[in-house]
């Protein structure tokens, strides 16, 4: 006897007539502006205008749409620049203010989870010194990578909570001449895309209908703090984290499903480093094993660098043992300038990615040998004078 | 001063209620938001009960048939909108399909239960939202109710079925810190219900404890292993994802110690209780005092389960926390000698009083 | 298997004085509650799939405080954690990775050697980090630091200086660091290692780095008036 198949809709129907009960976990954010009521710290607000977004248990978020400082990622600059370079050219390309500092470090947690050569003070400290910075230049945090984001949830939780540490980071920050600030909410540049899709959708130029797109979610991004993860109803009924996914909906690709969506990408923070056999493995045999077999995406999209590194690095090993890799992997920013019509090169600067994306771009209908003779051009005409470099102006030509 | 008592809501616990002041020869006053009576066994389709598996719905018959009864005014679709007073003279408002009238009573019974976890809400990923087959208790008893047990996305029997206990009790994440108390023995009991329908098919139960109190040990658990041959293993589940269009779940096999990954037919997932909507609501329109979950506090407890925070307020069943049918059972007749005695003008005024 | 922890030379004191450093660390409290034993974090785990290692036997071992298991997963353990957080899964609000976390802590700070050997060939790592204020430079990408990543490592480092000259971003024209950070910015930093003790941990660790690190940062520290230490 066949069942009609509104099960779902049925669920979901029962579940808005109940009415949705209050959140589980109390609210960070009210305990950090009772700190600053208490004169404990600052508060930065997330400025005006600002895009309001739901998180795991129904709250509302504030994403700032401008005006933000943009905290960088050491593995997005240091080894996949065109990361970082994408998030950049898709705020330019909205015309939209914001500041890339050179007062800012790394947050340091890449280090701290591989090794543990560093404690709780010097973390927490690194930190504010960061959110001090971004406070004196009077533009919002905004943070590139998906480890920084949970280690910083993770650190405002910690001096939430404890009024020894705030003493001893606070000292710290006086004796560093910063304000001791909090910023109101810790936002991660995938919930600024997430937020911003359909401004990107607007102005896509690529038809993108047949690219089938495997997600992979960042585990720092949402099992860190549980809580505070963007949920979003229509993606995966509120089931998952819907950043990335969202957006290659938004963007006309086609997300496919795969059995092991949760599972870490293997980066291990010391492993990717000197445990490289565990970081390979898990990789391929648990992820892109997985995803060809039951999705056989043409890309790998995710949103933190660990993961793009992970996944795209690991490929080349697996090819002696086992010649059914081989799927291209990005961020969704590249992604999302390449649909906007950005140049491969001088904006995703796919070059320095490992595993084949070739055939990807070109049924994405990108004429990557052009592009590629413009960039060697470019290349030519920078090593004829070392004191230049590739501008804003010249990506967009 | 009313002889009247108010028993607010008319599944369980309730029809017990106005039953048992009715039989004493005093009045009641039964309220019910739905249509029929019943609560939540009617509402979710409840097939057997727990341990004997006896039916839910001659069960209910009967509760049904004892509050045929001229000494019980029964009001249907009707909810209670506001309350002033005190012991032995409260006015109350309650709102119905003619509109809002006040009556006046000496003492309330507050019945009004508990609703299943939302499985969307918790922090496992469990796809309810996501995949047809993945159901909760309650959808399995709607379909054990009607003598079958299918597959939602083919229709057909599945091959093995897995329970997964816990979910959304025991969870300091959640916030409902507490054991539901009732799923692992439903549980057992859907399992058997099913190994009954389907001979052929494997079920598995997935645990972290199972609470089998008192008989149930004896009555349940023991004969769906040696009976019905229902997997019982020991470790809880981190998420379900399609795979080769059937169900993946992870979890550990923590006897063995060792991670497991297996395909499903279907999932049921044990669901917890949570206050319901009219619990929420019931408890502030008359100002008793609720626990940190929002069930109904009993400040007198473990001598007196029934006593509120207000004198000749009483609470029987769910509305006050996790109980299983006996519990219920129990706390309705022990509410009703309870208002009974405050609308006689017997009762003393503290909370707990001793007997 | 055998039924006894390993290490059984090593006298309990020692065993209960590590455990007691772990167990006094502030976080201690929010990262260890009671323990169901349930097996969720295992399920989650990447690194019990690929080690024998177990973030259930870990909180076990500390909710137990048994110290024998305790010791041998501070040894033997701890550094196969991938510190991907899935184990947060837990219903008790427990954190395994977390407790690893502050066990790779003390044992770095009680000179074990097991943490030594396992930060061999992460020196260059640390120095990076603590000396530029970023993590991995461009000029880490050659092919006998990874070699398992294919001929293309070597294509980027015979490039490396013109591709870095041809990104937009005016901040990252780098290869020694993964972008440009102020003198200032580098000082605060240094400040920050002195003032919360970190410069000391790396001392037990490898004296060496510590040397060269004390160096780089003296430098720095001393042109803008601070005084290291």
């Not at chain 2, 496992?124 to 159901?135: A, F, L, R, S």
Request: glycine share 8%; proline share 5%.
């Amino acid at each position: 006897m066949p069942i009609p198949l509104t099960v779902l809709d049925t669920r979901r129907d029962a579940r808005d007539e109940r009415g949705p009960a209050s959140p589980p976990t109390e609210d960070v954010r009210e305990r950090v502006f009772e700190l600053e009521a208490q004169g404990e710290w600052l508060v930065q607000r997330v400025p005006e205008p600002w895009i309001g977004v739901t998180t795991k248990y129904g709250r509302t978020k504030k994403i700032p749409i401008a005006r933000t400082w943009h905290h960088k990622s050491c593995g997005q600059c240091g080894h996949i620049p065109g990361y970082s370079t994408s998030i950049f050219w898709l705020i330019r390309k909205l015309g939209l203010d914001y500041s890339d500092p050179k007062d800012q470090t790394s947050c340091t947690a890449w280090n701290y989870y591989a090794s543990a050569t560093s404690n709780q003070g010097a973390q927490a400290a690194v930190a504010m010194r960061n959110f001090g910075a971004a406070y004196e230049s009077g533009y919002f945090p905004m943070i590139h990578c998906g480890t920084s984001y949970g280690h910083y949830k993770e650190v405002r939780e910690e001096l939430v909570h404890s009024a020894d540490l705030r003493d001893e980071v606070r000292r710290i920050c006086d004796k560093l001449g910063k304000p001791f600030v909090m910023p109101e909410e810790i936002v991660h540049y995938s919930e600024w895309v997430y937020a911003m899709r359909d401004e990107f959708a607007k102005r896509r130029v690529l038809d993108l209908s047949s690219i089938d797109v495997t997600v992979h979610p960042a585990c720092h991004y949402h099992k860190l703090v549980v809580e505070d993860a963007i949920y979003d109803p229509d993606v995966y009924g509120g089931q998952r984290t819907a950043v990335v996914s969202a957006v290659v909906t938004a963007l006309g690709a086609n997300v496919k499903d795969y059995s092991t969506w949760f599972d870490c990408c293997g980066f291990g923070f010391r492993h990717i480093l000197v445990q490289r056999d565990f970081t390979r493995s898990f990789a391929t045999l648990r992820k892109i094993d997985v995803m060809r077999e039951e999705a056989n995406p043409d890309v790998v999209l995710t949103h933190d660098t660990g993961c793009v590194t992970t996944l795209d690095q690991s490929q080349f090993a697996a090819r002696a043992h086992k010649p059914n890799v081989g799927i291209p992997v990005m961020s969704e920013a590249q992604f999302a300038a390449l649909a906007m019509g950005a140049h491969p090169y001088r904006v995703a600067q796919l070059h320095w990615h490992n595993t084949e994306y070739r055939p990807l771009l070109e049924k994405m209908g990108i004429d990557w040998r052009e592009r590629w003779r413009e960039f060697e051009d470019d290349l030519e005409r920078l090593k004829k004078n070392d004191k230049t470099f590739l501008t804003w102006e010249d990506a967009d030509v | 001063m009313s002889d009247t008592v108010l028993v607010v809501g008319g599944g369980p616990a309730g029809l017990e209620a106005a039953r048992a002041v009715a039989e004493m020869g005093s009045k009641a006053i039964l309220l019910e938001r739905r249509a029929v009576l019943g609560g939540t066994p009617d509402e979710s389709s409840y097939a057997a009960l727990t341990p004997r598996m006896g039916s839910a719905q001659d069960a209910l018959d009967l509760l049904r048939a004892g509050v045929e009864d001229p000494n019980v005014e029964i009001h249907l679709e009707t909810q209670l909108t506001a309350c002033s007073g005190s012991v032995g003279d409260f006015t109350v408002t309650l709102d119905g399909p003619s509109g809002a009238t006040t009556a006046s009573v000496g003492a309330i019974v507050v019945a009004t239960g508990f609703q299943h976890f939302d499985p969307g809400r918790e922090t496992q990923m469990y796809g309810y939202y996501e995949y047809p087959d993945v159901i909760t208790l309650p959808d399995a008893e709607k379909m054990l109710s009607q003598h079958r047990f299918v597959r939602p996305s083919t229709g057909e029997p599945p091959r093995n079925v897995a329970f997964i206990q816990c979910v959304g009790s025991r969870d300091r994440r959640l916030g409902n810190e507490y054991c539901s108390k009732v799923c692992c023995g439903v549980a057992s009991k859907e399992a058997i219900e099913i190994r009954r329908l389907l001979p052929d098919a494997k079920v598995y139960i997935f645990y972290i404890d199972m609470r089998m109190y008192g008989y149930w040990e004896n009555e349940i658990y023991w004969p769906a292993q040696e009976q019905y041959n229902v997997n019982y293993i020991r470790g809880i589940v981190t998420e379900i994802v399609a795979k080769d269009g059937r169900l993946l779940m992870k979890g550990e096999d923590t006897t063995m110690g060792r991670p497991l990954e297996v395909l499903m037919d279907v999932i049921v997932l044990s669901v917890g209780m949570e206050p319901s909507r009219g619990t929420r609501d019931v408890a502030g329109i008359l100002g008793v005092d609720q626990n940190k979950y929002g069930f109904v506090a009993t400040p007198g407890e473990p001598m007196d389960p029934v006593g509120t925070s207000v004198p000749g307020i009483f609470v029987a069943g769910a509305a006050a926390g996790p109980k299983d049918l006996e519990d219920t059972m129990s706390m309705a007749g022990a509410a009703a000698m309870r208002a009974l005695r405050a609308i006689r003008g017997q009762a003393r005024a503290e909370v707990g009083a001793a007997r | 298997m055998t039924l006894e922890a390993r290490y059984a030379d090593v006298p309990l004191e020692t065993k209960q004085a590590l455990f007691d450093e772990v167990k006094a660390d502030r976080r201690f409290k929010d990262y260890l509650y009671g323990c169901y034993e349930c097996g969720i974090c295992v399920a989650a785990c990447p690194s019990a799939r690929f080690y024998d290692f177990s973030p259930r036997k870990i909180a076990q071992a500390a909710s137990r405080e048994d110290l024998p298991m305790f010791f041998e997963q501070l040894n033997d353990d701890i550094w196969n954690c991938s510190q991907c957080f899935s184990c947060t899964r837990c219903p008790r609000g427990n954190n395994p990775g977390g407790l690893i976390t502050i066990m790779r802590e003390v044992s770095i700070n009680n000179g074990l050697t097991s943490a030594k050997q396992a930060l061999e060939g992460y020196g260059r790592v640390v120095y990076k980090i603590m000396s530029t204020g970023t993590q991995v430079s461009p000029d880490m990408l050659q092919p006998n630091a990874f070699p398992d990543w294919g001929p293309h490592v070597q294509e980027i480092s015979d490039n490396l200086a013109l591709w870095r000259r041809a990104l937009p971003p005016d901040t990252m024209h780098t290869t020694s660091t993964a972008w440009e950070v102020d003198d200032k910015t580098l000082t605060e930093l240094y400040l920050i290692w002195h003032m919360t003790g970190v410069l000391d941990m790396i001392k037990g660790v490898d004296s060496g780095l510590h040397m060269i690190l004390n160096d780089v940062m003296e430098e720095l520290l001393e042109e803008a008036g601070y005084s290291a230490g």
